[in-house]
């Protein structure tokens, strides 16, 4: 039983946001065209990244708590994490787009971006023997100052980081069994070596820079159909 551990964790993670998809209220099913464009651009970044990773030793698999299939050098549930923790974070997001709509700074959410992606970047730049650290700072802190550039703090980036917030009990909760178990071991050469319990500090930022690779193909599909469904009503 133990080896479906990882398996049941993501099944557990999915189920009620799966479930409560086809309520008329966000019909969030509507959106899944969008979602898994997303997803499937982040996988494209991210799962190089964790092949070349693993491979270097900065993190691994504990074989006890994974099916055993494999790949490439990532058990299967490794693959599914991104796609599962993805579309629970964006039905989050829509959840708290419906309940709170009027949740709308454009001014704070473009210099939270711009402040947070300094910041990250400038960590990552005094980390760069530390391959985690630099590689997950760097990454998102130009992710978030791409920001300003398509003037995402006008429509999304407010509940964006509402979402990150909100996610980060539920996203302690689950990783915090990956790496107490672990099934996820570290080497903490490669990273800071702080820890949010068990996490290391470097997860919550991977998280936001997982998030902002969605968010960004998502959003911008959804404004285009949006557009073409407009379009097409007006003919």
Wanted: include cysteine.
């Amino acid at each position: 039983m133990e080896k479906w551990t990882y398996a049941l964790l993501l099944l557990g993670s999915i189920a009620i946001p799966l479930a409560r998809s086809f309520e008329n209220r966000v019909h969030f099913v509507g959106n899944w065209g969008p979602l898994f464009a997303g997803i499937l651009v982040m996988m494209g970044v991210f799962i190089p990244w964790d092949i070349w990773f693993t491979l270097r030793g900065v993190w691994s698999f504990n074989p006890l708590y994974v099916s055993g299939v494999y790949l490439s050098v990532l058990p299967l549930e490794e693959w599914l994490f991104f796609v599962v923790i993805s579309y629970c974070i964006v039905f989050t997001y829509e959840v708290l787009r419906y309940f709170f709509p009027r949740f709308v700074f454009p001014a704070n959410s473009l210099w939270m971006a711009v402040v947070l992606g300094l910041a990250f970047v400038l960590m990552g730049m005094l980390n760069a023997q530390r391959l985690y650290t630099l590689v997950v700072m760097s990454l998102t802190g130009i992710l978030l100052l791409l920001q300003p550039l398509i003037a995402s703090h006008k429509t999304w980036l407010t509940h964006f980081f509402l979402t990150w917030v909100v996610i980060l009990l539920p996203f302690f909760v689950i990783n915090g069994l990956l790496t107490s178990l672990p099934v996820v071991v570290y080497d903490n050469t490669q990273n800071l070596g702080i820890r949010l319990f068990t996490i290391p500090v470097e997860d919550a930022v991977y998280l936001m820079g997982m998030m902002l690779l969605v968010f960004v193909v998502y959003e911008a599909l959804k404004k285009r159909r949006g557009f073409s469904q407009k379009t097409a009503a007006g003919h």
